[in-house]
């Protein structure tokens, strides 16, 4: 099994790295580019289709994952993992048509430069596709002890599709807006896709073997990504990237055994600057729609912080909040260090948000990929 999830992650990875040049290609002929000005403070002009590539790396590879049973010897064939949920092909026919409609929507939000109303449809469109598909939210696993949260009979039906499409559109929009800096998404992604196939093979009882081959692939993806985004800056991922791995991670948080305390605390510190950024933004009279330079990241950026280092203080926090939920048994042990991590990154939020905000500009969205 081990050779098997490494060469998942290492086809994974090599598709979205050998992809990533021909949709910055597709990127540059159809002039969908982000150039210096406004929130971007980066050099030359740059395709913002690199989603595209990392959507391909992870598609492909999960198809080649449904055909090798038929196309391997029987000897081999039956080392693969099982499939022992008869459900299981149905939430990953979801999970790729989701995130295949995420992409699209991604890509056209990108070209036509979206307001609020049609990105919120898009998410909510998406959102539905997973819930069709059996990814929905019905229990939700307590985090610091056995069994689940609101009983053994979890959600209430009637409380089912709310929280569900909640679940997607506060996804989809954290990682949307976290998308301000080369390499933080794609980090933070490989970061959470190793804390989520940690736990499902060594920490599941028994092993979820089959279903951590989404995680392993979508980590392939997003490190294959990086040399182009991170270490050279040749391409960001754009809405396409953001939407699906927005997408990508709500599913994956619900078809890895209701492991959504985990998605949330390994995206803790993203999801403390979303709150802060709406809580801030109405005390100051703006939309929480509005584009800005008032992110935590932008702000760390004003303050004189280096981009590399802002990268690695997220990439650290994101792994610290993952740490936390795997070597970390006691209810109030788990709980004190959550806690005081949670403190040590309002304290942040708050000297952070001390910088002299930049003025918006006039157009009216939740993507912040745009210049």
């Known amino acids: 099994m081990a050779v098997y999830f490494l060469i998942i992650a290492i086809i994974s990875l090599l598709t979205t790295l050998l992809l990533t040049p021909a949709a910055g290609w597709v990127g540059q002929r159809l002039a969908l580019v982000d150039r210096p000005g406004g929130r971007r403070q980066h050099k030359g002009v740059i395709p913002r289709t690199g989603g595209l590539a990392i959507f391909g790396g992870f598609f492909l590879t999960l198809l080649l994952t449904l ?3 038929e196309i391997l010897p029987a000897s081999l064939a039956q080392w693969l993992p099982p499939r022992n949920d008869p459900n299981e092909t149905r939430r990953l026919a979801a999970l790729l048509a989701g995130s295949l409609f995420c992409v699209v929507a991604g890509f056209l939000d990108d ?12 998410q909510f469109i998406a959102a539905l596709i997973a819930g069709v598909g059996l990814i929905f939210i019905k229990h939700i696993n307590n985090p610091f002890g056995a069994g689940f949260l609101f009983g053994p009979d979890g959600l209430p039906w009637w409380l089912v599709w709310p929280f569900t499409v909640f679940w997607f559109m506060g ?25 989520l196939a940690i736990h499902m093979l060594y920490f599941a009882d028994p092993p979820q073997l089959s279903v951590a081959t989404l995680p392993v692939a979508l980590l392939g993806a997003a490190l294959g990504f990086l040399p182009l ?30 492991r959504l305390a985990t998605v949330v605390f390994v995206l803790g510190m993203p999801i403390l600057d979303v ?33 590399r280092t802002i990268v690695y203080g997220y990439w650290a926090f994101c792994a610290a909040f993952g740490a936390l939920t795997l070597l970390v048994d006691q209810r109030v042990t788990k709980l004190v260090a959550l806690l005081v991590l949670g403190a040590l990154g309002l304290a942040v939020l708050a000297w952070a948000s001390r910088a002299p905000v930049t003025p ?12």
């Open 360 to 371: 918006a500009p006039t157009h009216i969205s939740t993507n912040d990929n745009q210049p």
């Open 275 to 307: 709150a802060w950024l709406i809580w801030d933004r109405w005390r100051r009279g703006v939309a929480p729609g509005q584009g800005g330079r008032d992110h935590l990241h932008f702000r760390l950026l004003d303050r004189g912080l280096k981009e």
């Open 171 to 195: 996804m989809m929009n954290t990682i949307n807006w976290l998308d301000g800096l080369s390499g933080l998404v794609a980090g933070v992604t490989a970061i959470l896709c190793s804390v």
């Open 67 to 69: 055909l090798l049973p």
């Open 229 to 258: 985004n991170f270490i050279w800056t040749r391409i960001f991922m754009g809405s396409s990237g953001s939407y699906f791995l927005g997408f990508a991670i709500a599913s994956l948080g619900i078809i890895g055994g209701a």
């Open 111 to 122: 070209r036509y430069q979206w307001s609020t109303t049609p990105q919120y449809i898009a």
